[in-house]
Each structure stands twice: as C-alpha cells, then as structure tokens.
C-alpha cells in the first residue's frame, strides 16, 4: 500500500470506519513508515482533543425560554384537538385572568365583606324589633281619616254612596247622595250612626267620607 | 460468525428501538401531552445548543438558533413522517439554521464594529466545566490546547466544519451526517478527511506563528 492511499485513509482508520484486510495493510504500513504514522498518531489525537472540548453550558436564560415556547406550543396544540377543548382552554385562560386580575383586591374585598356583614348583623335585632303600643296612645300618624265606630242597629237597605262631613265630636255634620235615592230611612240610618273623627297632630277635626252599601270609604279628612 | 450475526442483531433491535420511542415521542407530541415536550427539550435542548455553539462559535448566535430550531420542531412534528430518526431531523434543521445564521451574520453584522476585540476578555470558556482532578499546569494547557481547536475550527470552511463537528463532537455516525447534511456516504468521509487536514494544517500554523518566548540580554544599570 502507498502513503497516498494510506493517507487517503488514515480518518476512516481512526474512526475505525474501515475494516477487514484494507485496515490490517494500511496499519502494517502505518507500523513501517514514520510519516504516515505521524500523520496518524496526529489525526487520532486531534480527533481526542475534540472530544474532549467541554461542553457548552447551556444559559439558563434560554432553557427558560424553551420551555416556554414548548408551553405556548402545546396550548396551541391543544386548542386545535376539539372545540369542546378549545372552549376549557379559553375557560381556563380566562379563570387565570381573573385570578390574576383579582388577586390584588381579594383581602381588602373579603375584609371589607367580612366587616359590613359584622356591622350590619350587629344592627339587624334594632332593625327588627317590633314597637311596644300601649292602649292609651295617641295614634302616631299626621293625619288620620272619619270611621263608622257604630252603625245603626236598623239595617239600611238600599243601594247608596253618600259623602259625609263629620265634625271633630264625629257627629254628622252634613251628606250628600252621590248615587241612589235619598230618603227617608236613609237620614234616620246616618242620624244614628256613631262616627270617629278625623285627627290632626293627634287632635280630632273635621273630615270627609264616602259610605256605601252600608260601609264606608275612607278619604282623605 | 455467531457473534457477528448476534451483533447484527443487537444493532438492528437498538434501531427498531429508538424508531419505536422516537414515534411515541412524536405521536404525543401531536396529541399535546406535556410529558412530551419536556423529554424532548430534555433529550435535545444541551445537544442542539452545543452544535449550534460550536457551529457558530457565538453563545447568543447559538441561543437564537436554538430557539429557532425548537420552533421549527414544534410546528413541523405533524409533518414528521419517520424516514429518518428524530435525532438526524432536529439536527438537519440545527445544521440549516445555523447555516442560515452566518450567511445573515455575514451579510448583516460584519461592518460592526466590535468594541471590545481583547480575545482574553471574549473567550468562551468561561462556562466549561474544570476538571478538578488535574494539575493547574494541565488544566491550562488543555485550555489553550481547546482555545486553539477552537479558534482552528472557526476558521476552516464551514462545509468542513460541519461534518467534523457533526462526527468528533456531536459523535454522529457517518450514516447519520450524511442524512443531517443530506449528502453521499462520500462526500462524508471526503469532508471528515479534508475538515481535519484543513483543521490540522490551521493548528500546525498557529503554533508556527505563536511568538515563542526571547530572553533579551539587557546590562544591568
């Protein structure tokens, strides 16, 4: 074998690429010639040197960024799989906004929640509690309208609406038949009815009402 | 015989092997499981870093590569038909991308001007890993002997330099970089051959133009 041929082969013989007789001539002479075995013995330890480089260390910066891509991919991916898929991912995109969005208010909201629900449920028995009355009392109302306190023990029995002023000692002080016939059972039935008066501020005064078939409509007095 | 044919067989399992994980990897991929994503950046993020690095020399140049790479590997892995294992693929799309990264550094940074040229200041190596165990005296040498391979490499033409670098430290077969390169057994051997002939010559010339040490005669005063 020829230096030239053997040079031509000297990379496939260190990385053992070449085998059979073809490797066993060419390391024969490689054992006999002095410039193919240097040759060699070079290319093998350029080859080693190589190797050995270390290895970049990776920034960590960039593994960061890595994976975030691999994440942004595989949302995508997803996303794309089925449109009920698609929906929980906007869904959970949208769960992820809100959290992020309300995470800032969230105790100051729960405390402020927290305290109106202390403060009001301190105040909810006032709030509740019904007036004592006593029987004497003046009513508490500004204003209040005539009622019939008795009607007559003859039952009147026509069909009528008569509008009434009654005076502050609840007598009737003066009617007028809207609709129906006056009469005379009529005046004898309003003669004899008793009548509470109208108050104001507590004090009886004149007030209007509406009687009807035989019971009367509140108005303003 | 019997061992040959045992070997045989032993290799073509370990290939039906990583055929076999290399497509549940990519079948999971598609489906978007998270699992997935990570053994992939787990399996190839160092190594794609650490050819993209020594393929450019440049640690940022290599990280855009990188990410770039991750991008490509994640929109195309539904186009990933398994005519070649997933490693030769993830490292094809690295060899073109950094490819594609010097023809821009090239056309785009060159007329750059960089302020800081002191090389002791811009080395590289300050994130490899010393080896603890040797002497300081080794540990330098083996520094500068790998700054040298290093500075050699770069200057070599980047054809070359691939396919040494795919070989001697990425530990590439030659069947695989001809797959990563998409070129002839061949022309493989042929640019392994001439990668470390230019890259021995380059080194043989640094040493050759080193400036060796001079001890000037000087009369004391």
Known sequence: MSCENVQELISSLVDQGTSGGERQNALAHI????????????????????REMARPAMPARLRAD???????????????????????????????????MMRPVALPVAGGIISAILLFGMWIPDLTATPRSFSGDVSAPIFTDPSLSRSNPVRYGGDVVVKLIIDERGKVADYE???????????NFILFSTWTPATSFGKPTWGKALWSHGEAIQVKG | ?????????????????????????????????????????TRFQQPVFALAFRLLNDQSEAGDVVQEVFLKVFRNIGSFRAQSTLKTWIYRITVNEAHNARRWFFRHR?????????????????????????????EAADREQHQMIEAALERINPIFREAVVLRDITDLSYEEIAEV?????????????????????????????????????????
């Open chain 2, 110 to 138: 060159r007329r750059e001007v960089e302020l800081d040229t002191d090389p002791e200041e811009t080395r590289n190596w300050k994130e490899s890993i010393p080896d603890r165990s040797r002497s300081p005296y080794e």
């Open chain 2, 181 to 221: 390169l998409g070129v002839s057994l061949g022309t493989v051997k042929s640019r392994i051959l001439r990668g470390r002939e230019a890259l021995r010559d380059e080194l043989a010339g640094s040493i050759k133009a080193r400036p060796a040490l001079k001890l000037v005669p000087k009369t004391a005063e």
């Open chain 1, 66 to 100: 890595l994976r975030a891509i691999a994440d942004r991919d595989r949302i995508r991916r997803i996303a794309r799989v089925s449109f009920g898929t698609r929906i929980h991912n906007w869904v959970s995109v949208f769960q992820i906004h809100c959290q992020n």
């Open chain 2, 1 to 41: 015989m019997a061992t040959s044919i045992l070997d045989l067989s032993s290799d073509r399992t370990t290939e039906a092997s990583v055929e076999s994980d290399d497509l549940r990897l990519v079948e999971a991929l598609r489906e978007g499981a998270e699992r997935a994503y990570e053994e992939l950046l």
């Open chain 1, 31 to 50: 054992e006999s010639c002095r410039e193919c075995s240097a040759q060699y013995e070079s290319m093998a330890k350029m080859r080693a040197s190589l």
């Open chain 1, 177 to 187: 038949v809207i609709q129906g016939q006056d009469s005379e059972e009529l005046r």
